[in-house]
């Protein structure tokens, strides 16, 4: 790793010239606020107390089709900073240099967290200059395909830092970096809204996210989720771009309408949830989501029902944001210090990874040269008047600790993100009574729930703040408070906390309901008389709602088949198919045979580096079939036990270099329905050699019966491409197939 510091460079854009095609919603104003020279191929920003903004530059990605240079050490981490207080970032200089794809970065614990493949890196910052640097994981994103790897590094309410395409989430706890399991979410890009929930996406599905907050739902390893995370938040992945750009799949029968104009997104990425305080109302928590491939940025608009969120589309037919200039690349979007939304441009000509760029896309790079477009980027600033810079934001650095607390109260949830962070980075443990004050203070519910995460990373929290909490506040801080307590079971609190789960019952509420839900587990272990009693209550209340049934059993701990016997005689309904009986039925038998969730199996797989199907499905496959080969909801299909693995391998040869497009089954469960994987028949670098070396290694990972294919077969399958001219149907492969091998469950319904 080589650390550099370089001197101050001009760095001044010409906003005019740089914005001509673009159009935004009536109301708003578009300002380039940094670009080229000095600033290339940005995928990644955060702003620092002073509002400078620090930028991750992935410079040597895809300059050409075949991805040369890849590799080479050139990218940077950057500080922007606007001297003259006009909001255009006059000044950048280098932090960090020689890195080889810097993807994230957060300005945490008085440093810099970054990524830089396959480490994740903490570096302290002494006057601008990197200081010590601290390896924090080795394993962070391991080598591969740079569109799937783990990638975010945001810092949530709770104290976490969670990311992108990856299970772990992290934090500086006295002195030591933490690792834990999360649930494995999105693929680029990840936000939070102002209760804490967490919202991602996937290329094919423009909004994804968590109907509760994080971990609730995975703290009993041997449940298996089915709801409440990973939750598509809308259907409508509907695009309404300015001109017919050009996109991977193009050619396929409609991914573009008559207009040649993009249907549905394709690649869509970093979403971000508006926290601002410069926006109208109406768009507080919209979540704007990138879609580079067409050029736009879309907003919708979500609804919270108690134990689900939805999301809507602002509109139909147009966008908030659209351009007509092709190398308009939006990747990411970050809530800025003065209450305006950051855009991240990487204005870049190719961003599919080479692996990936089909034959179309191709000759549609060569024909408009958008591989000519490498040495571009830029950030952007929304904004919703002619106040385009705010001269009043206060340096949080400067502002003694009373002034610091107050920020919690802001409207801006940068402030109050940053404020809490540096409150519990600084230890200012002097301010636990205004703290506290400010905890019970139900005119300001959001400043309520950052009190209380202040609190806890203090480590001051105490019961009787929490049961005030709950009791005076709304169900926006009660719900906080309920689960807070878990960290205070005790026999002598049994009594307070009966009481109080009694009254919230009372209340009616659904929202208030799921969260006890969660919280009487761990309750039950102290006293089973107070409050499964409750839990029976509940389950009864909600029978056949299945996000209540798995956030009590979430929480359970090794009563689980005594606690089945109870229920089978207490609740009502108890012999239906649905209700908690037969999920915690499904929980005893699983703790019994000792089958796990997915999350909790650190490996079932020989992670054998000297095996080279391993190798190239790790870096090529895993990241959407997971490591375990388990799937992911939303993006791909699950290979365990598919019939696809276990069968002929010549159909599976067909796939892997020509692809395979849904709907598709497995196991008699529909999948992709609207996806398309894409093939390796036109990749120079996927040989039949690694072909077969991949299915040598599915065939023995995922079903248990190890088979081979011969060269001589992958160079026939290369030559027997599908009709249409793109991917494979699973009709296509059943005719060419079932006289072989009948298997009803692999027919489209």
């Known amino acids: 790793m080589l650390f550099l510091f370089i001197v101050f460079t001009t760095c001044k854009p010409s906003k005019k010239e740089e914005l001509h095609g673009y159009s935004i919603e009536e109301g708003f104003e578009l300002e380039v606020i940094a670009s080229e020279p000095h600033l290339i191929a940005p995928v990644a920003i955060d702003f620092d107390t002073k509002g400078r903004i620090w930028v991750a530059e992935m410079n040597s990605y895809m300059k050409n089709t075949q991805g040369s240079g890849m590799e080479d050490p050139t990218g940077?981490?950057?500080?922007?900073?606007?001297?003259?207080?006009?909001?255009i970032m006059e000044t950048s200089k280098e932090f960090l240099t020689g890195l080889v794809l810097p993807r994230a970065l957060a300005l945490v614990y008085g440093g810099l967290l970054y990524a830089e493949p396959p480490n994740l890196w903490f570096v302290e910052i002494e006057n601008d200059q990197p200081g010590k640097r601290v390896l924090v994981d080795s394993l962070y994103a391991t080598s591969g395909n740079p569109e799937h790897q783990p990638n975010g590094l945001m810092l949530n309410i709770d104290n976490w830092i969670y990311n992108a395409k990856s299970q772990y989430r992290y934090r500086l706890n006295n002195g030591v970096w933490e690792k834990e399991l999360t649930t494995f979410r999105g693929q680029w890009g990840i936000a939070h809204d102002n209760f804490g929930r967490l919202y991602y996406n996937n290329n094919y599905t423009q909004l994804i996210g968590d109907y509760v907050l994080p971990n609730l739902l995975i703290r009993n390893q041997y449940l298996k989720p089915t709801i409440g995370v990973n939750e598509i938040l809308t259907t409508n992945q509907r695009v309404y771009p300015l001109h017919a750009a050009s996109v991977n799949r193009g050619y396929i029968q409609g991914v573009l309408d008559d207009d040649s104009l993009l249907v549905n997104v394709t690649a869509s990425c970093g979403p971000q949830v508006y926290r601002g305080d410069q926006f109208p109302d109406d768009y507080l928590q919209?979540?704007?989501?990138?879609?580079?491939?067409?050029?736009?940025?879309?907003?919708?608009?979500?609804?919270?029902?108690?134990?689900?969120?939805?999301?809507r589309q602002a509109w139909d037919g147009k966008e908030f944001l659209a351009s007509l200039d092709e190398g308009f690349r939006p990747v990411n979007i970050s809530n800025g210090p003065d209450g305006n939304l950051y855009i991240v441009d990487m204005h870049r000509g190719i961003i599919g990874h080479y692996a990936y760029l089909s034959p179309y896309l191709k000759e549609q790079i060569k024909l408009k040269k958008l591989d000519s477009m490498i040495n571009m980027g830029r950030i952007l600033k929304v904004s919703n008047d002619d106040n385009f810079f705010d001269p009043d934001f206060p340096d949080l650095d400067e502002l003694d600790d009373d002034e610091l607390v107050e920020q919690l109260e802001s409207p801006n949830g940068w402030l109050r993100d940053r404020a809490q962070h540096l409150i519990i980075y600084k230890n200012l443990t002097s301010s636990q009574s205004e703290l506290e004050e400010l905890a019970l203070d139900t005119d300001n519910p959001v400043?309520?729930?950052?009190?209380?995460?202040?609190?806890?990373g203090l480590d001051l929290l105490s019961a009787e703040i929490l049961v005030e909490a709950a009791r005076e506040s709304s169900s926006f801080v009660t719900v906080h408070s309920t689960l807070l307590l878990s960290q205070f079971i005790s026999t002598e609190n049994v009594p307070a906390i009966a009481a109080l789960f009694k009254e919230l019952m009372n209340r009616n509420d659904k929202e208030t309901d799921l969260y006890l839900s969660f919280s009487l587990g761990g309750w039950m272990e102290e006293s089973e008389s107070d409050f499964r009693p409750l839990a029976l209550e509940l389950m009864n209340k909600y029978h056949g709602n299945t996000i209540f049934e798995e956030a009590f059993i979430s929480g359970l701990r090794d009563n689980s088949n005594e606690l089945l016997t109870d229920f089978q005689k207490n609740i009502k309904n108890a012999n239906d198919t649905v209700g908690i009986i037969p999920k915690l039925s499904e929980v005893v038998e699983n703790q019994k045979s000792n089958q796990l969730n997915s999350l909790y199996l650190k490996t079932i797989l020989p992670e054998d580096d000297r095996t080279k199907g391993w190798k190239i499905y790790r870096n090529n496959c895993a990241a959407c079939h997971g490591p375990e080969g388990l799937g992911i909801e939303g993006l791909a299909p699950p290979l365990m036990n598919s019939?696809?693995?276990?069968?002929?391998?010549?159909?599976?040869?067909?796939?892997?270099?020509?692809?395979l497009k849904g709907p598709v089954y497995v196991q008699g469960k529909l999948y992709d329905q609207f996806h398309s994987m894409p093939g390796y028949v036109n990749n120079e670098f996927m040989t039949d050699e690694n072909i077969a070396d991949i299915i040598a290694y599915v065939t023995s990972a995922f079903s248990g019966t190890p088979r081979n294919i011969s060269i001589e077969k992958i160079k026939e399958l290369r030559k027997l491409k599908p009709e249409s001219?793109?991917?494979?149907?699973?009709?296509?492969?059943?005719?060419?197939?079932?006289?072989?091998e009948t298997d009803e469950n692999l027919m489209v319904k």
């Open 725 to 740: 001219g793109s991917e494979y149907t699973e009709k296509e492969l059943m005719e060419l197939y079932l006289d072989k």
């Open 447 to 456: 400043a309520q729930i950052h009190a209380l995460y202040t609190l806890e």
């Open 286 to 311: 919209n979540v704007f989501v990138c879609v580079p491939e067409a050029n736009l940025i879309k907003r919708n608009i979500l609804t919270f029902e108690g134990d689900k969120t939805e999301a």
């Open 76 to 87: 940077r981490i950057l500080i922007l900073e606007d001297e003259d207080d006009d909001g």
């Open 643 to 659: 019939e696809y693995i276990s069968q002929s391998t010549e159909r599976l040869g067909l796939i892997i270099l020509h692809g």
